[in-house]
């Protein structure tokens, strides 16, 4: 079994770990560098991004972990996560940090500009047959996607919240892949559905 670390600093950790060990890993939280060295992949959680980069500063995580995604480390972002990974935000804090990995210009809070959360069952590529519930919670989406990132997941336009008074809204890329670096925009860990978390452990297996 992989050693999957969740990073354990604020946010989601304990729903990421059971779906880790769920979908065949074994899961550990990270919160010290010695910690950080035992791991074949990593979830960054859901929760606050601008407090999650700050505290990846306190606790002296944030050049490590940018070290190792940048040497092919697996990781797997949601939400929160995603944001981190990417590499531009757009309405984050002047301060806040990447942890780069992944070729994309994120929208912070996007979707909560017209709505806080939403559910949608979305089309997944590369988790087998059947739709994905998707919770999305103060969500990013990807507003752009570099070559080599694989778009997995779209909210089709017609399912994408938004003020009528707007028009209409566009489809939203919320779920990518670059090389093994994985990221959501939503929520896996939180619906018993451990599918994403099998394709997250199988990219780590690869690695
Ligand atoms: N809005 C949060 C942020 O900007 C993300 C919300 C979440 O992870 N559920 O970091």
Not at 93 to 116: I, S
Request: aromatic share 4%; hydrophobic share 45%.
């Amino acid at each position: 079994r992989p050693t999957v670390g969740v990073l354990a600093l604020q946010g989601a950790v304990r729903e990421h770990v059971a779906m880790l060990e769920r979908a065949g890993a074994h899961a550990v939280p990270v919160r010290r560098e010695a910690e950080l060295s035992e791991v074949d992949g990593l979830v960054l959680p859901g929760g606050e991004s601008t407090t999650m980069s700050r505290l990846l500063e306190s606790f002296e995580l944030l050049e490590p972990v940018r070290e190792r995604i940048a040497g092919g480390l697996p990781a797997f972002g949601s939400c929160a996560g995603m944001i981190l990974l990417a590499r531009q935000v757009l309405d984050g804090r002047p301060d806040q940090q990447q942890l780069g990995g992944l070729d994309v210009v994120v929208r912070r809070n996007a979707f909560g500009r017209q709505v806080d959360s939403f559910e949608v069952d979305l089309d997944f590529a590369g988790v087998g047959d059947g739709p994905v519930h998707a919770v999305f919670i103060r969500a990013p989406w990807v507003e752009k996607a570099g070559d080599g990132v694989e778009v997995l997941a779209t909210v089709p336009a017609g399912l994408v919240p938004h003020d009528p008074a707007d028009g209409a809204a566009d489809a939203r890329i919320v779920a990518v892949r670059q090389g093994s670096v994985l990221a959501t925009a939503f929520h896996p860990e939180i619906t018993g559905d451990e599918r994403v978390h099998r394709l997250f452990v199988e990219l780590v297996r690869e690695a």
